[in-house]
Nanobody
Framework: QVQLVESGGGLVQPGGSLRLSCAAS????????GRWFRQAPGVQRQLVAA???????TYTDSVKGRFTISKDNAKNTVYLQMNSLKSEDTAVYSC?????????WGQGTQVTVSS
């Protein structure tokens, strides 16, 4: 099993930036996909971005051009760079990594976009 720990959330003003990190307890070089989800109160959890082992990326329409998902195998970490943040981006963000071991989830980190 792989344990995941997210960090980097916080309070930011509209238009600001944050970078979320998802650190794995072991090597993720053989992962299938790394994904970031978010969930706002009263709203169904949403897939925000995904990255494959080969580095291919996909994004939900509302974050295209603003968010970038990446990974660093040497650091066993998946990142989510979030720019031009909007109030509607406010949510708990969680990472998910799928690999030969199964599926692992982090505990989530709060992102609040407010002036």
């Amino acid at each position: 099993q792989v344990q995941l720990v997210e960090s980097g959330g916080g309070l930011v003003q509209p238009g600001g930036s944050l970078r979320l990190s998802c650190a794995a307890s072991r090597s993720i070089y053989n992962m299938y996909t790394g994904r970031w989800f978010r969930q706002a109160p009263g709203v169904q959890r949403q897939l925000v971005a995904a990255i494959t082992s080969g580095g291919s990326t996909t994004y939900t329409d509302s974050v295209k051009g603003r968010f970038t998902i990446s990974k660093d195998n040497a650091k066993n970490t998946v990142y989510l760079q979030m720019n031009s943040l909007k109030s509607e981006d406010t949510a708990v963000y969680s990472c998910n990594v799928m690999g030969p071991w199964g599926i692992s989830w982090g505990q989530g980190t709060q992102v609040t976009v407010s002036s």
